[in-house]
């Protein structure tokens, strides 16, 4: 099922309307989402304190790039109800894990760490690229160091002012998965 721009969709991009990021006016933009894309940005728009303005992230980059096999989606589902899921990127140059978010009634169920392996099976790499705020860096810091992430620089203001954002395995070449 298809969902118009516009038709169901105000209400979720309502927040980014007013956005200066949003310049296209992304709201009325002629768009089709599939049903389990709009469940997908409704998981991840609780993640849009760190990272303002996902929506139009969501579907001006990660639903194209899923329609041309650029971006995946790993989810995980628990008695048909999403509970995990994490976006990467797969381009010319970057193989990024874009986005992670579990529910926390599941934190430390290992959820986490599958999305990580899964889509960093996807990418061919142990060792992709993540970027995480400095908010969320406790969250992902064990899972980390368990993969042997390597912190290669931080950027102040990158998606929020005054916030600073760790980016892991900045690299131009990858090296190959060890699994």
């Known amino acids: 099922m298809a969902v118009q721009g516009g038709e169901g969709m105000e209400n979720i991009l309502m927040a980014c309307e007013q ?8 709201v009325g933009y002629p768009f089709d989402l599939q049903s389990k894309e709009v469940e997908v940005l409704s998981f ?3 993640l849009s304190h760190d990272y303002p303005c996902i929506e139009s992230w969501y579907i001006e980059k990660v639903v194209p790039g899923l329609r041309n ?16 899921l994490g976006i990467a990127k797969h381009e010319e140059g970057e ?5 992670v978010r579990v529910l926390p009634e599941y934190f430390g169920r290992g959820m986490g760490v599958r999305v990580f392996e899964s889509l960093m ?10 970027t ?6 406790p969250a992902f ?17 990158l998606y929020r002012e005054g916030k600073v954002e760790y980016k892991f395995n900045e690299t131009i070449s990858f090296p190959p998965r060890l699994s």
Request: aromatic share 6%.
């Open 19 to 26: 956005n200066e990021w949003n310049k296209a006016g992304i």
């Open 44 to 46: 991840i728009l609780p």
């Open 69 to 84: 096999g650029t971006r995946k989606i790993e989810r995980v589902e628990r008695n048909g109800k999403l509970v995990a």
């Open 95 to 99: 193989k990024k894990i874009c986005t």
């Open 121 to 130: 099976s996807w990418l061919g790499t142990d060792l992709p690229h993540a």
């Open 132 to 137: 995480v705020s400095e908010d969320k860096l």
């Open 141 to 157: 810091d064990k899972l980390f160091t368990k993969m042997g992430y390597n912190l290669t620089s931080t950027e102040s203001g």
